[in-house]
C-alpha cells in the first residue's frame, strides 16, 4: 500500500517565522494531497488540498507545493501566529481513488 | 454545515465485551470511515463503506467488523475488546470518495479497555 512519511514530527517556532511540514510518499499515480489541522482536543479538519495538476495552491497565510516526480509535498504557513499551534496531517489519496493515507503528524508549536 | 457525530466522547469497557460505536452524519454523503489515532502513529484507516451495505478492509482491520444498514449511519465492532484496543477513535464522511474529496470528521471516542 502507500508509505507516507511525514517530518519533522514536532517543531517549534516563533512568533511571525514560518514553519515547513514535509510529507513523500510512493505510489506515482497519487493525485490528490490534502492538509488536516487538529487542535487540542478537536477534530481534524481540512485546512488546503492540492490536485496532481498543479505545483502550488495558496490560501492567505498557507500554500502547499507538490514536485511529482520526487514524490514530495510540503506545507508551509507564513507569519505564523498562536492559533497556528496544532497537529498538522498530510495525505495521499491510494488504492484507486476511494480512501487516503495519512502521515504520522507533526506538532507545531507556535511560541509568542 | 456538515455534521458527523459519534455516540460517545468517553467509553470503558473489560476485556472481551462486545463494543458499539456509532456514528451518524447528516449530509447524504456517499462514504463513511473509521479510524483510529494513536500517538506517534498518525490516524490509521479500519474500514471505509462507499454506499449501504458495502465495506472495504482498511489498513488495520484485524479484531474489528463494521455495519452500514443506513446511509447516515457507519457502526464500529469490536468482537472482543483487548487492551491493545485502547485508542481514540475518528469517523468521517466524504461526499466524493475518500482519496479525490474532503472527509469531515466526528468528535472522536476514547475507547479505554481495561
Known amino acids: 500500500g502507500e508509505n507516507v512519511e511525514q517530518h519533522p514530527s514536532t517543531l517549534s517556532v516563533q512568533e511571525g517565522d514560518s514553519a515547513v511540514i514535509k510529507c513523500t510518499y510512493s505510489?506515482?499515480?497519487?493525485?490528490?494531497f490534502p492538509w488536516y489541522k487538529q487542535e487540542l482536543g478537536k477534530r481534524p479538519q481540512l485546512i488546503i488540498d492540492i490536485r496532481s495538476n498543479v505545483g502550488e495552491k495558496k490560501d492567505q497565510r498557507i500554500a502547499v507545493t507538490l514536485n511529482k516526480t520526487a514524490k514530495h509535498f510540503s506545507l508551509h504557513i507564513t507569519e505564523t501566529q498562536p492559533e497556528d499551534s496544532a497537529v498538522y496531517f498530510c495525505?495521499?489519496?491510494?488504492?484507486?481513488?476511494?480512501?487516503?493515507?495519512f502521515g504520522i503528524g507533526t506538532k507545531l508549536q507556535v511560541i509568542p | 454545515d456538515v455534521k458527523v457525530t459519534q455516540s460517545s466522547r468517553y467509553l470503558v469497557k473489560r476485556t472481551g465485551e462486545k463494543v458499539f460505536l456509532e456514528c451518524v452524519q447528516d449530509m447524504d454523503h456517499e462514504n463513511m470511515f473509521w479510524y483510529r489515532q494513536d500517538p506517534g502513529l498518525g490516524l490509521r484507516l479500519i474500514y471505509f463503506s462507499y454506499d449501504v451495505k458495502m465495506k472495504e478492509k482498511g489498513d488495520i482491520p484485524e479484531g474489528y467488523s463494521v455495519s452500514r444498514e443506513k446511509k447516515e449511519r457507519f457502526s464500529l465492532i469490536l468482537e472482543s475488546a483487548s487492551t491493545n484496543q485502547t485508542s481514540m477513535y475518528l469517523c468521517?464522511?466524504?461526499?466524493?470518495?475518500?482519496?479525490?474529496?474532503?472527509?469531515?470528521f466526528g468528535p472522536g471516542t476514547r475507547l479505554t479497555v481495561t
Open positions: 468521517a464522511s466524504s461526499q466524493n470518495g475518500g482519496g479525490t474529496d474532503e472527509q469531515y
Open positions: 495525505a495521499v489519496n491510494s488504492g484507486g481513488y476511494q480512501k487516503v493515507t
Open positions: 505510489d506515482s499515480a497519487s493525485n490528490y
